[in-house]
């Protein structure tokens, strides 16, 4: 398994892989159609491409020749904190170090950034303990995770990387 850029040519694969994602991890939370309709607007390619010429960003993936396990998206806001926007592992692939790996990863994107900063769905508790077992903390909370009225309520979590 290795951490690389993604790439135009991934995003099919990426998007599939978000869908699949979201329904394992949501749709007893919010229902399918809501699940379907929020991966529709947030993880379509288009979407995605998006996020592939960000400025100050960066796009990877786990990826062990054969299958994508993971990806993650991390942008600078400043010169003192980045903002994770994304990490998901396909569900097959929990539980193995893709997370970590991924995580790392953006920990060392920029060098210079002293602070991580990341929205978390509150009732998604496994994602939770994975922030508070690398070192994140809740600072506060947003009633509208992901974009304003989404109505999915997140927990603001932080860590300090130096």
Known sequence: MWIRTASLEDLETISAMLSETWHATYDGIYGRE???EL????????ALKSRLTKPRSEFIVADDGE??????????VDHEESM??????RPTAQGQGVG???????ESVFPDVRRIRLEVEEANARAVTFYEANGFRQIGVN???????????????????W
């Not at 991966?39 to 288009?46: A, G, K, L, M, Q």
């Not at 994508?68 to 998206?73: D, L, N, P, Q, T």
Request: proline letters at 6%; one cysteine or more; a neutral charge.
């Open 143 to 161: 009633p509208d995770c992901g974009v304003k009225g989404s109505g999915i309520p997140a927990m603001i979590m932080e860590k300090t990387i």
């Open 39 to 46: 991966t529709r607007n947030w993880h379509s390619v288009p």
């Open 67 to 76: 299958e994508i396990s993971g990806m993650a998206f991390i942008s600078q």
């Open 84 to 89: 994770l926007h994304q990490l998901y592992v």
């Open 100 to 106: 970590r790996m991924l995580l790392v990863e953006c």
């Open 34 to 36: 809501k699940v379907e």
